[in-house]
């Protein structure tokens, strides 16, 4: 997403707004570019909300959704928050990955 690069977190939504609006089924992928754009920008409550949209939505959290939002959290400075996320996210049956191991 474009507007997300520039920092434009509310283009972005009108624009994901606009595409559930006329049918679009997002994918992983959007949701994974949506959530690591808002973490990269400090909009942590609402990486957290796309993450349960998703899951509202019927598609599945991965390894990058995690390791996005693992990111956003060490880099604000919330290392419980983001060990909590990895237990979630190995309770879930994701494993983490060299850079989720990384990251933290």
Do not use: H
């Not at 009108?14 to 570019?33: F, K, P, Q, R, T």
């Not at 693992?70 to 996320?85: K, P, T, Y």
């Not at 996210?89 to 933290?104: D, E, H, R, W």
Request: aromatic share 8%; hydrophobic share 50%; glycine share 8%.
């Amino acid at each position: 997403f474009w507007a997300m690069s520039q920092g434009n977190f509310f283009e972005a939504a009108v624009l994901v707004n606009e595409m559930v609006a006329i049918g679009c089924e997002l994918d992983v992928v959007i949701y994974n570019s949506l959530i690591d754009g808002l973490c990269k920008m400090g909009e942590l409550d609402f990486a957290r909300e796309m993450q349960v949209l998703m899951v509202e939505k019927g598609v599945d959290p991965d390894v990058f959704t995690y390791t996005s939002l693992i990111q956003g959290l060490c880099d604000a400075g919330l290392l419980d928050q983001a060990m909590r996320l990895m237990e979630e996210m190995k309770a879930k049956g994701i494993a983490p990955n060299s850079v989720t191991y990384t990251t933290l």
